[in-house]
């Protein structure tokens, strides 16, 4: 039992040894508040969770930063609040196309307006 939670444990400071930081800088320029949500596009992995997401009010700005895999691919997702009538980037599920709102864990910070 010891060793199994001894392997546990080192296989988790591994992981947690070669992960690396990305941070988005996000503008609220809409008229809405909107809530904020990332998705890996290479694992099962959400900030801050699969069901949840940050709360910005209108005209706020916040920086987020994310513990990630290096190389892995991380999106944003951004919906109004309280009814997600309006989306931006990958939207509240994950699963919108878009063509700038994904990038690669380990990359320099990244500013993104939201507007419309």
């Known amino acids: ?12 400071s591994l992981v947690l040894a070669h992960a690396e930081d990305m941070q988005f800088h996000i503008n609220n320029k809409t008229t809405y508040d909107i809530q904020v949500r990332f998705f890996s596009q290479t694992r099962a992995a959400w900030w801050p969770g699969e069901k949840s997401g940050w709360d910005m009010n209108v005209n706020a700005s916040n920086d ?6 290096p190389g892995e691919y991380v ?12 989306d931006w980037g990958v939207g509240i599920s994950g699963k919108n196309k878009c063509s700038a ?16």
Do not use: Q, R
Not at 1 to 12: N, S
Not at 64 to 69: A, D
Not at 103 to 114: D, F, Q, R, V
């Open 1 to 12: 039992m010891k060793i199994g939670v001894a392997a546990a444990c080192l296989i988790a």
């Open 64 to 69: 987020f930063k994310l513990s990630c895999n």
């Open 75 to 86: 999106c944003y997702g951004a919906w109004t609040m309280p009814n997600p009538t309006l």
């Open 101 to 116: 709102c994904c990038y690669s864990c380990g990359a320099n910070s990244t500013e993104i307006n939201l507007d419309k």
